[in-house]
């Protein structure tokens, strides 16, 4: 089949389809091969490739036949690693490691694909995001470079990853002349690792350093491992000093990423450093009202009773995947079951979900359970005493903050009557150490997680 006739193919799914719907599914899809009737698609991530093949393969499939091929069957693949990058329009001249002279241009850059629906327009901003949106559209204006580099941290599917795509898919839209890699840190260590192996090290290098902007995502990843964190520090280091803008993702703030050396997490907080807070009830609510928009498109004429949003805006506070997931599953079974989505629907089809949310321990619960177990005032727990009958279960409390929630530890510090975040981390730390010597304690830390995550 001809490029010529699979692009006709195409028009039609955007008749079919809608626009929306052909710019966020059908046009990313490429048709590797057409063969003994079996047709070949590609989709550049594993998400679309299972929702294209879910949603529209019959259709494409029919519109393969009326553009005159025999096909029994479409399959979809992910394809094989399409960049983030741009070519150079003006590329410069390098030398590689052998001394030829060699373009920027001609260096594949082995970016992971990035997702079409991660875009600035898809974000719903809200106070709790606020200052990480504005830094991320800041980097993606493509200007001179005011921080470097730009760090978003958060806890679990707080969006970290969607900026970044959005900063990516911006810059290219605006400077196509830029070369931008986006890749996890995970990735990273594997093209490291690679180059180690097939002894290619040098071009490793070269490639890195010939990017404009480098996005690397959940770097917590690479924590104790040394000698990809060796690598990543000289890359980080090349690319800060020929002013190349780097933007970095984790899941903590750079000082508390165990195992990363503390040269990498001093670079690291050398820029800008913004965290993305837990969301609060008006951005999920903000967030579901622009899904829905998304679903209605996927299921005309599937109704939505009034209050269901505010309802599961307010009962599933945990991150915004588990509550793009409830939507989700919420639509899909209206649509099979052919009723309105209400409420008591709702309850129904969301209920494990709406149970685990409703285990979600607070802070404020953790310090009300250990002082009740310790027998001391729940004041004493936010209080200046030091003496060890009281210091003790408030670091106690502080380690069951630190591991029963996903807040940060300025966030458990201030908390903890305005405490500072080293603090937070010495108690911490300082239970780990006794929990492993002191079997009483390590009961009692038993026990009050069992009381609290019930
Ligand atoms: N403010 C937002 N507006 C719209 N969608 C959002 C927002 N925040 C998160 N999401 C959506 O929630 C999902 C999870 O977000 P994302 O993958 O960016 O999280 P993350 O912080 O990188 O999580 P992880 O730590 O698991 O990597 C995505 O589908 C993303 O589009």
């Not at 970016?111 to 901003?125: E, H, I, K, Q, Y």
């Amino acid at each position: 089949m001809t490029e010529e006739s699979w692009g006709q193919v195409r028009d039609e799914l955007l008749k079919s389809v809608g626009k929306n719907n052909f710019s966020t599914w059908i046009e990313p899809l490429k048709l590797a091969e057409l063969k003994g009737g079996i047709a070949r698609v590609e989709a550049p991530t594993k998400f679309m490739r299972d929702w294209v093949s879910r949603n529209f393969a019959e259709q494409i499939r029919q519109h393969l036949e009326k553009a005159g091929e025999a096909v029994e069957r479409v399959e979809f693949h992910v394809a094989s690693q399409r960049t983030a990058t741009a070519k150079p329009s003006e590329p410069r001249a390098r030398r590689t490691s052998r001394g030829q002279s060699r373009n920027n241009d001609d260096i594949d850059l082995p970016g992971a694909p990035l997702d079409a629906r991660f875009t600035f327009d898809s974000f719903v901003v809200g106070k709790p995001n606020e200052l990480a949106h504005a830094a991320a559209r800041r980097v993606a204006e493509g200007g001179p470079v005011t921080f470097n580099p730009l760090f978003l941290y958060g806890g679990v599917g707080l969006g970290k990853t969607h900026l970044m795509h959005a900063i990516a898919h911006e810059l290219q839209a605006r400077h196509p002349d830029l070369r931008v890699l986006y890749l996890s840190a995970e990735q990273f260590m594997y093209r490291f690792v690679q180059a180690l192996r097939e002894k290619q090290i040098m071009d490793f290098k070269e490639m890195f350093r010939s990017v404009d902007v480098l996005m690397v995502d959940d770097v917590q990843f690479i924590a104790g491992k040394e000698s990809t964190q060796e690598e990543f520090f000289h890359t980080f280091n090349a690319l800060v000093d020929q002013n190349k803008q780097i933007v970095i993702s984790a899941d903590r703030a750079p000082g508390e990423i165990k195992d990363l050396e503390e040269r990498i997490k001093s670079r690291l907080q050398c820029g800008l450093v913004v965290d993305l807070h837990p969301t609060d009830y008006e951005l999920r609510l903000g967030i579901l009202q622009q899904k829905v928009e998304f679903y209605r498109g996927q299921y005309p004429g599937l109704k939505l009773a009034n209050g269901v949003l505010e309802f599961l805006a307010h009962r599933i506070s945990t991150n915004v995947r588990v509550l793009e997931g409830a939507l989700t599953r919420l639509f899909a079974f209206a649509s099979l079951v052919g009723r309105e989505i209400t409420l008591e629907l709702a309850q129904d089809c969301l209920s494990d979900i709406l149970r685990a949310s409703d285990r979600k321990v607070t802070i404020e619960d953790i310090q009300r359970k250990v002082a009740e177990h310790y027998n001391i005032r729940l004041s004493d727990m936010i209080g200046p005493k030091r003496v060890r009958t009281i210091a003790r279960p408030r670091q106690v409390a502080m380690y069951l903050a630190k591991t029963l929630t996903t807040r940060s530890l300025p966030d458990i510090g201030r908390r903890f009557g305005g405490r500072d975040h080293t603090t937070i981390m010495h108690g911490v730390r300082k239970v780990e150490e006794l929990k492993a010597t002191d079997s009483q304690l390590a009961e009692d830390i038993d026990l009050l997680r069992r009381l609290l995550d019930r």
